[in-house]
Nanobody
Framework: VQLQASGGGLVQAGGSLRLSCVVS????????MAWFRQAPGREREFVAA????????DFVDSVKGRFTISRDNAKDVVYLQMNSLKPADTAVYYC???????????????WGQGTLVTVSS
């Protein structure tokens, strides 16, 4: 499984970005998907996850109400829509995947290369 994340960039506080993660090597419908992020000098943290058939979604508290995770299994793509961005959201964002049926906040087997999101104040 290969994961290719894109969509990062520089945005002002209050702005929006949409990250995409393209899945190859295996149908994305067989994978639970997640986004993580790692800010400079900090450990990687869970951001959001979505189950295979969109019936279960989870977010870290700090992004609830601002971020949305979605997926298009026909296109093998997972999205992270980020609104009302804050400087604290600045990080490298990684998509991750796993063959489990249930989503989780850790233990993912497959990882993308990361895309940098910088939010200026």
């Amino acid at each position: 499984v290969q994961l290719q994340a894109s969509g990062g960039g520089l945005v002002q506080a209050g702005g929006s970005l949409r990250l995409s993660c393209v899945v190859s090597g295996r149908p994305s419908a067989t994978l639970s998907m997640a986004w993580f992020r790692q800010a400079p000098g900090r450990e990687r943290e869970f951001v959001a996850a979505i189950s295979r058939y969109l019936d279960n979604i989870d977010f870290v508290d700090s992004v609830k109400g601002r971020f949305t995770i979605s997926r298009d299994n026909a296109k093998d793509v997972v999205y992270l829509q980020m609104n009302s961005l804050k400087p604290a959201d600045t990080a490298v964002y990684y998509c991750a995947a796993d063959g489990r049926f249930e989503i989780g906040r850790d233990g993912y087997d497959y990882w993308g290369q990361g895309t940098l999101v910088t939010v200026s104040s």
